[in-house]
């Protein structure tokens, strides 16, 4: 409903100024007549169509990913620092007397892994570029992890799940839906606040229903049009609209939650 009601809009405004200018012409277009269709047709357009997702979306989105992983490894921790976090890690852990001492290990381990990887991401380039655009983003209630996520949605916004991934650790044994899922919850704000609440996950919809997240989009505009003139436009108006949309509706939301 939000995004019809924005294209309605938008289209609306620009038709009376943008596009308010030059002549008017009328579109025609001749339907066949309407028939069963036949299950080999149908089979042959869902092969098409999914060879061209994964030859064009596909390879932006495995592109993508592998460029997010090497920004999230890179520089690693130095040597001290990994040592540093290993002993608060150990510290911090506390072992559950029900469980068996192969458990405990497990745990343990576990637990120090995690910690080191989440050092890892706030030191690497992705987590600097993060904790830099932090204070452009605090104001529609995201953080510096949601930040590199929604950049990595420029490519497609499939891509935001695996950069989550990726940033909370979870892409190394798999980053299942579960595994993300406990991390996502699990992730707490300075004061203890959960960082993921129902209205920032709402917030995030409207960016991604307002935002222009989408490489292979942008691409086409610009073969369409013939120049970089439009693309940039729909990057910066589509955005633009989508912050303001969410600052509006997380300010909003976040004073009637109380």
Known sequence: VLGIAAAAAVAWLFRRTLLSKGPKSTFILELPSYKVPQASEIGRQVWTNAGKFLTKAGTVIFTLSVLLWALAYYPRLPADQVQRTTAAAQRAFVADSAMTSQEQLTRRTDAIGNAVAAEQISHSFAGRFGHTMEPALAPIGCDWKMGIGLVGAFAAREVFVSTLGIVYGVGRSGGDDESLGAAIAADRR???????????????????????????????????????????????YMNALAYASCLVFYQVGARMVG
């Open 190 to 236: 300075p004061d203890g606040s959960p960082v993921w609440t129902p209205l920032v996950a709402a917030t995030l919809l409207v960016w991604f229903v307002l935002a222009m997240q989408c490489m292979s989009t942008i691409a086409v505009v610009r073969r369409e049009t013939g120049g970089w003139r439009w693309p940039i436009f729909m990057i910066v």
